[in-house]
């Protein structure tokens, strides 16, 4: 049986729950924790109801920590959300004690499935839960840059008309304003990227990929449905054990940092990386973003 418990049912929490049961992501049970104890009792409720119309049957429960026990994947996006005007970064004070407060309660269980993590600010949120948890860094995985990259395949695909399946380019580094594109290893098909997008059009679509949370929060408050289906393609990826490539925030030892980068995921969590060959200016724009997480890391008083 795979089980997920999903700690945090806000607008994030449940865009990926309802994602789970509009799949066949091989999910058997889907348990809630929330502080708002009505509220995951209402969620659960509701999801149920929609269940009965799913590929496949799942139990669906509001529950408590002692449901962590036997989880495959523990999900946590509680927290704070970011407000119009805020970064991501500014997040941390605020979802610091929340996180202190969650892994603490999960150390007290038996739970030794992987950690998913979708809480802003993205891998200073990860890096907090590796360390709070004392997991393996293979077992603690944050959704990292798997919604910046969707975007910038689905803008490529608008501008080019073609399936975002046959475009492989990736968002890699922070999950914030750091973030940056390796173009020099981004392919459409099997052919590079150079040939379809010039500079003007690559450089504009950075920025509207970067921009893109905060344009979202302006208009409706809050993202959800993206990091939903992420969170979900991930889970999947996980119980399907089938070692697929995610830009996901992990603690790699080369780097020093949880910072979202290729990883390969299957039923163990990651399973390894696969290594860049960046051009020289590429390299800089990725260390300026490691920097970036590394010093607010360095903030935190653990």
């Given at each position: 049986?795979?089980?997920?418990?999903?700690?945090?049912?806000?607008?994030?929490?449940?865009?990926y729950?309802?994602?789970?049961?509009?799949?066949?992501?091989?999910?058997?049970?889907?348990?809630?924790?929330?502080?708002?104890?009505?509220?995951?009792?209402?969620?659960?409720?509701?999801?149920?109801?929609?269940?009965?119309?799913?590929?496949?049957?799942?139990?669906?429960?509001?529950?408590?920590?002692?449901?962590?026990?036997?989880?495959?994947?523990?999900?946590?996006?509680?927290?704070?959300?970011?407000?119009?005007?805020?970064?991501?970064?500014?997040?941390?004070?605020?979802?610091?004690?929340?996180?202190?407060?969650?892994?603490?309660?999960?150390?007290?269980?038996?739970?030794?499935?992987?950690y998913?993590?979708?809480?802003?600010?993205?891998?200073?949120?990860?890096?907090?839960?590796?360390?709070?948890?004392?997991?393996?860094?293979?077992?603690?995985?944050?959704?990292?840059?798997?919604?910046?990259t969707?975007r910038?395949?689905?803008?490529?695909?608008?501008?080019?008309?073609?399936?975002?399946?046959?475009?492989?380019?990736?968002?890699?580094?922070?999950?914030?304003?750091?973030?940056?594109?390796p173009?020099?290893?981004?392919?459409?098909?099997?052919?590079?990227?150079?040939?379809?997008?010039?500079?003007?059009?690559?450089?504009?679509?950075?920025k509207?990929?970067?921009?893109?949370?905060?344009?979202?929060?302006?208009?409706?408050?809050?993202?959800?449905?993206?990091i939903g289906?992420?969170?979900?393609?991930?889970?999947?990826?996980?119980?399907?054990?089938?070692?697929?490539?995610?830009?996901?925030?992990?603690?790699?030892?080369?780097?020093?940092?949880?910072?979202?980068?290729?990883?390969?995921?299957?039923?163990?969590?990651?399973?390894?990386?696969?290594?860049?060959?960046?051009?020289?200016?590429?390299?800089?724009?990725?260390?300026?973003?490691?920097?970036?997480?590394k010093?607010?890391?360095?903030?935190?008083?653990?």
């Amino acid at each position: 049986m795979n089980k997920v418990v999903l700690i945090g049912c806000g607008n994030v929490g449940m865009s990926y729950a309802y994602s789970i049961i509009n799949s066949d992501s091989k999910v058997d049970e889907l348990v809630i924790i929330d502080v708002n104890v009505d509220k995951a009792k209402g969620e659960a409720m509701d999801l149920m109801h929609a269940s009965s119309c799913s590929k496949r049957k799942i139990n669906i429960k509001a529950g408590d920590y002692t449901d962590c026990d036997d989880a495959d994947i523990i999900c946590i996006s509680a927290g704070r959300n970011q407000d119009v005007g805020e970064t991501r970064m500014d997040l941390i004070e605020k979802n610091y004690n929340v996180f202190k407060s969650i892994i603490s309660e999960i150390n007290k269980t038996k739970f030794n499935g992987i950690y998913l993590i979708a809480t802003n600010p993205l891998d200073v949120m990860t890096y907090v839960t590796l360390r709070l948890s004392n997991f393996p860094a293979y077992k603690v995985i944050g959704s990292g840059t798997t919604l910046d990259t969707a975007r910038l395949r689905f803008l490529i695909s608008e501008q080019l008309e073609m399936n975002p399946k046959n475009i492989h380019a990736y968002v890699i580094g922070e999950h914030g304003d750091s973030e940056m594109i390796p173009w020099s290893v981004a392919r459409i098909g099997l052919n590079s990227v150079d040939k379809y997008l010039n500079k003007s059009t690559k450089n504009k679509m950075l920025k509207d990929v970067r921009n893109s949370a905060y344009e979202i929060i302006k208009k409706k408050g809050n993202t959800a449905y993206g990091i939903g289906m992420c969170l979900k393609n991930i889970t999947e990826a996980i119980f399907n054990n089938s070692n697929t490539i995610f830009t996901l925030s992990t603690y790699i030892d080369k780097f020093k940092c949880c910072v979202g980068y290729p990883v390969i995921v299957n039923r163990s969590g990651v399973r390894g990386y696969t290594e860049l060959n960046l051009t020289s200016e590429e390299h800089s724009e990725f260390n300026k973003s490691l920097d970036t997480i590394k010093s607010i890391i360095k903030q935190i008083k653990f």
